[in-house]
Each structure stands twice: as structure tokens, then as C-alpha cells.
């Protein structure tokens, strides 16, 4: 009975799903499963399929402050293999930013707003302390539907990639098709050979009370905290610049992941690919702590 009740609180948790979309199997006391990902060029276009199953150790799940269980997916991603930028930046919103090359998605924005009001206009950042959405120390929790998702820099990926090395690695690739890397750049965009540190972003807290919402002074537990002052750090107000890479020795325009606000960029330089994008219905809900309280409802 126990297990049902657990299974139903699962189930409904899916139903007001926090990152609106996902319409995935909900998987009880999912397997054991390896990671799996391939990504090749085919034609024109760069294709990610992967399972979604990380390929390092994560927290416990379910855990505190968040009930979901980790479960295979079946990714098909598809971006343009000599991507472009567009004439402005098109916002993340709540869709996949991006995908690791370990084929884990970077999934930014939580659904958790200010008194559960989507309609307040003042969002949670998900690292910003406001609320305990059971991240791990990859900065990751895991969806309703057992998409494990990246929130800001995957360490442990990280990690394995630069092998312990203070270098600059490809970290996974964009829904526009350019690359990911960070959080070390070169200090000289176009040197590769120059010292490498860590890239700093454009945003800063605003100074000003916020106008609104919770009131008080800006502290990072909002989105709407921050802003993009143009020059502050080293990157554009898509967490980008252009540089030369080691896969791109002659340059190109890439992301790169930051210990700062937006970890993980929020807005693309060039179009999304659809294979990024949710499907259906906006919805609402936060990502974990509430999802708690239906599981303990009648
Ligand atoms: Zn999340």
C-alpha cells in the first residue's frame, strides 16, 4: 500500500510536472542502466542520442527535496553541424539548453516562482538558495518523468573530461548547434596556448530594491535578480564569446558554463533546434519541494 501511495504521489507529481513537458514513462526503482550516448555528424547536422544516464556517481534519488528516481531516456538530438547566430539572442525560457556530451541535458530553469504564482513574474533560480530543490554535487536533480538534468557545472564530468589537467574541454553542445565549454577559457580568446582561468559572467545582482514580488534587496534567489551589464566579465549576455577552441583551432563562437549566475547560459546566440524544445503545455509546479507535500496528500 505503501509502495501505491508512493507510485500515485510520483505520478501526480508528473502531472503538474515542473519543467512542463516531459511526457516520459514515470519508472519506479529505475534500473541500474549504463550510460549511453553516440554523437556523430550526419549531413549537415550533429545527431545526440543518448539514454540520459549519467556517467558518474550523482546523490541519492529520491532524496530530500527531490521524490523522482533517475530513468533512461530516449534522446534524439539534432543541431546544425556549422551552426549560425542569429540576429538577436532568443531566451532559454523553460526549454533544454543543451545536451553533455556524456548526453546529460543542461536544463537551467526551474518552475518554482514566488508564492507558486507563475504569474508574479519573479522565478526562482534554481541554485539560488531560495528553495531546496534537492541538487546534488553536480548541480543536478532529476525530472517527474526521471530525466536527470544539469542546473550548473557538472563537476564530476568536468572532471573526467580535463583529467585533473587545468585545460579548456568540450563540455556538451547548445540547441543551436554551437559548442559548450568551461569553465576554463583562455585568457586570450585567441591564443590557445595562453593561460587558462576562469571565465567570468556579464551579470551582476542589481542594486536596487526589487520593485515588486518579494520586495527587498536582490540576493540571487531570483532570475529576475540579475542583469547583464555589457563588459562586467568575459562573456556575452548568452555566457558566450568567440575564440579559438581545441575542436575549432580557427575559431568560433561558444558557451561556456561559470561558477557565477547563469551557470549554465539562458539565452541562445543562434535557433534552437525543436529537438530541444518542450512540447505541450506551459505548466507550473515546482520541481521537488512540493511535489513532497502531494505525495504525503489522502
Ligand atoms: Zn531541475
Known amino acids: 500500500m505503501k509502495k501505491l501511495l508512493w507510485i500515485w504521489g510520483v505520478v501526480v507529481g508528473h502531472a503538474v510536472s515542473a519543467h512542463p513537458g516531459h511526457e516520459g514513462l514515470v519508472m519506479v526503482g529505475a534500473p541500474a542502466v549504463p550510460a549511453e550516448v553516440s554523437i556523430t555528424v550526419e549531413g549537415a547536422v550533429r545527431v545526440i542520442r543518448a539514454n540520459g544516464i549519467p556517467n558518474h556517481p550523482t546523490g541519492p534519488f529520491p532524496g530530500r527535496g527531490n521524490p523522482n528516481a533517475i530513468a533512461a531516456q530516449k ?3 539534432r543541431v546544425p553541424a556549422e551552426p549560425r547566430a542569429g540576429v538577436k539572442p532568443t ?3 523553460m526549454n533544454n539548453f543543451g545536451v553533455a556530451v556524456n548526453g546529460v541535458v543542461f536544463d537551467p530553469a526551474a518552475a518554482e516562482w514566488w508564492r507558486d504564482d507563475r504569474s508574479s513574474g519573479w522565478q526562482y533560480e534554481a541554485l539560488g538558495g531560495g528553495r531546496n530543490l534537492g541538487v546534488d554535487g553536480e548541480h543536478a536533480h ?4 526521471g530525466a536527470y538534468h544539469y ?3 557538472p563537476e564530476a564530468l568536468v572532471a573526467k573530461l580535463t583529467a585533473g589537467q587545468l585545460r ?3 563540455v556538451g553542445w547548445a540547441a543551436d548547434g554551437f559548442p559548450i565549454y568551461g569553465p576554463l577559457i583562455p585568457s586570450v580568446p585567441d591564443e ?3 593561460p587558462v582561468k576562469n571565465a567570468v559572467s556579464s551579470y551582476r545582482l542589481k542594486t536596487t530594491e526589487r520593485a515588486g514580488g518579494p520586495g527587498g534587496k536582490p540576493d540571487g534567489k531570483f532570475i529576475q535578480d540579475w542583469e547583464y551589464v555589457a563588459g562586467a566579465g568575459d562573456l556575452d549576455e548568452c555566457n558566450g564569446r568567440t575564440g579559438v577552441t581545441p575542436e575549432f583551432p580557427s575559431g568560433t563562437y561558444y558557451y561556456v558554463l561559470t561558477e557565477q549566475y547563469p551557470f549554465i547560459p539562458r539565452m541562445w546566440r ?3 533546434d525543436a529537438s530541444f ?3 505541450g503545455p506551459p505548466g507550473g509546479g515546482p520541481d521537488g519541494g512540493k511535489k513532497k507535500k502531494q505525495k504525503q496528500a489522502p
Do not use: D
Open 91 to 93: 531566451p532559454n525560457g
Open 75 to 77: 534522446y534524439e538530438f
Open 192 to 194: 590557445l596556448g595562453s
Open 277 to 279: 524544445l518542450r512540447k
Open 270 to 272: 543562434g535557433t534552437p
Open 142 to 145: 532529476v525530472q517527474p518523468n
Open 151 to 153: 542546473h550548473g557545472i
Open 168 to 170: 579548456m574541454v568540450l
